[in-house]
């Protein structure tokens, strides 16, 4: 077995003995002395960095409304790099801060906390799928994507009960009063 390749002691072999007759808790136990005999090692608690992002997140906004999006992330010593990604068609290409995108990170725990990518005036073109990712000093860690919709919102207000006006956000205005001319007049 693996736990018996790390106990050292006739003691630690003794309780691997205890640990094999017991046929009730195996697992509960097994992972107990896995505990110990790593703590006895110098190796300390078992620890593993992770990013919590749930499969098909969907954040939306409209055009010029302040966006943020988050990643959860959980690491064992110093705090990773983190770093925040929007995909094309075939690569993740790195998110620039710019006075319209800037990042934060919060800290929930000493060992946790959230990077926040904060957009300031989204526009159309930053709809999109994004991933956070960080890098430790085994391997680097890839969140499941966030996607992102920024609607171009439609504004329509009543002057009368036959005269309003709608426009896009973005776009110009149009007015119109009374009904519809036929087609062909």
Same mark, same amino acid.
Request: contains cysteine; aromatic residues 8%; hydrophobic residues 25%.
């Given at each position: 077995m693996c736990i018996i390749s790390e106990l050292k002691t006739k003691a630690q072999m003794k309780r691997m003995d205890t640990y094999q007759s017991n046929e009730g808790g195996k697992g509960l136990v097994g992972f107990i002395l896995l505990l110990l005999a790593k703590q006895l090692q110098g190796q300390g608690p078992i620890?593993?960095?992770?990013?919590?992002?749930?499969?098909?997140?969907v954040v939306q906004a409209f055009v010029m409304e302040k966006l943020t999006i988050n990643c959860t992330v959980g690491f064992c010593n110093d705090l990773p790099q983190v770093t925040w990604c929007k995909l094309d068609q075939h690569s993740c290409n790195p998110v620039i801060q710019t006075t319209h995108i800037q990042t934060q990170w919060n800290?929930? $725990?000493?060992?946790? *906390?959230?990077?926040i990518l904060h957009f300031t005036n989204p526009s159309i073109d930053d709809a999109g799928l994004y991933r956070c990712s960080v890098n430790t000093d085994?391997?680097?860690?890839?969140?499941?994507?966030?996607?992102v919709i920024v609607n171009d919102c439609q504004a329509e207000f009543s002057v009368s009960d036959d005269c309003w006006w709608s426009a896009p956000i973005s776009g110009?205005? $149009?007015?119109?009063? *009374?009904?519809?001319?036929a087609s062909g007049a």
């Open positions: 620890c593993d960095d992770y990013i919590r992002v749930y499969r098909n997140t800290y929930l $725990t000493s060992n946790s *906390g959230i990077s085994q391997s680097i860690i890839i969140s499941h994507s966030i996607t110009s205005v $149009t007015v119109s009063c *009374g009904n519809q001319p």
